[in-house]
């Protein structure tokens, strides 16, 4: 009877011992992708400099993406595909 119960609880934290190496393995071996884009054009050409930012990681489970342009800063950080915090510039008033 003892036996059972100390089995069944070998079994058990085995396999939370399992799911945690498997838990470390994710977080260490794969790699945040992330891809960055801008312009910065000639100032005869009239169009204004920016730049864009993705990175994700987790298959994009988690992600950030920006923007910087000349109205500011913008970004979105989600989580399983829903926003966490969005911050856009503010609009100029007219």
């Given at each position: ?32 992708r ?13 169009r204004?400099?920016?730049?864009e ?26 989580a ?15």
């Amino acid at each position: 009877m003892i036996i059972t119960i100390l089995k069944i609880i070998g079994l058990v934290l085995l396999v939370l011992l399992l799911l945690l190496i498997l838990l470390l393995l994710l977080v260490l071996l794969l790699p945040i992708r992330y891809k960055l884009d801008g312009d910065f054009p000639a100032k005869k050409t009239g169009r204004q400099p920016y730049a864009e930012f993705h990175a994700g990681w987790l298959c994009s489970l988690l992600q950030v993406n920006g923007r910087l342009d000349h109205r500011g800063l913008s970004y979105k950080v989600m989580a399983a595909w829903k926003t966490i915090t969005e911050v856009l510039p503010e609009e100029d008033p007219l």
